[in-house]
């Protein structure tokens, strides 16, 4: 059964600590951090993280859509992060690296995602180092975006080069994620799925995350 990671920045911010309560029966809390930089929107940042932490005992789940994250990664793990996933794309490849293991030092899981342009190929070189593979559905910066029919071709093939190296690691989807999409991306191997809007409209949404997990 995959895990579902609603995603905070879908919920109500004027009643944020009931939000949370409302999805306790969810695997991981999911939030995209952005910056205006490396994607063109600003969503929040430790403030955020930090008060969540507080409030529930769910793995905490951050995905940073920000230029340069080794410059904050610590500091995202020192508000209450668990699993820190960065875009490839996001930085020089070193400093990706380094990122990556600065984080599995720190005792945290290690992510990696993907713009839907970049070949999934291109995450070879750092699967020694990864707990989750973040494969974005959408163009990464805005929520309520379609999903991109090419996302479980490029599930299958993240979880091919994960079988080949041998390696444990979760495929992670992100964007778009519905009922019919959820299913798309379980066939094709996804172990997480991140939903926003599909949870947060739910008029039961208990219910409905038991039917994301399908």
Not at 15 to 38: N, P, Q, Y
Request: charged share 25%.
């Amino acid at each position: 059964m995959v895990k579902i990671a609603p995603s905070i920045l879908a919920a109500d911010f004027t009643k944020l600590g009931r939000e949370v309560e409302s999805i306790r029966s969810a695997d991981l809390l999911h939030f995209d951090v952005m910056d205006g930089v490396f994607v063109p929107n600003i969503s929040f940042g430790f403030p955020v993280i930090r008060a969540v932490r507080a409030v529930t005992a769910l793995p905490l789940d951050v995905h940073l859509m920000i230029t340069r994250p080794i410059r904050y990664v610590e500091r995202f793990i020192e508000r209450g992060a668990d699993i820190v996933t960065l875009h490839l794309e996001a930085d020089e490849p070193n400093r990706v690296r380094e990122a990556l293991v600065r984080i599995r030092a720190l005792g945290k899981k290690a992510g990696l995602s993907l713009k839907p342009a970049t070949p999934v190929s291109a995450l070879e070189p750092y699967l020694e180092l990864l707990d989750n593979i973040l494969i974005m559905a959408v163009e990464p910066g805005f929520g309520g975006q379609s999903f991109l029919p090419e996302t479980p071709d490029r599930v299958a093939r993240a979880a091919a080069l994960i079988r080949r190296a041998g390696t444990a690691c979760d495929i992670e989807v992100d964007g778009g994620v519905n009922r019919r999409t959820a299913a798309l991306c379980r066939d094709a191997g996804a172990t997480v799925l991140v939903a926003g809007s599909d949870v947060f409209r739910a008029d039961d949404r208990a219910a409905e995350i038991q039917l994301l997990r399908g």
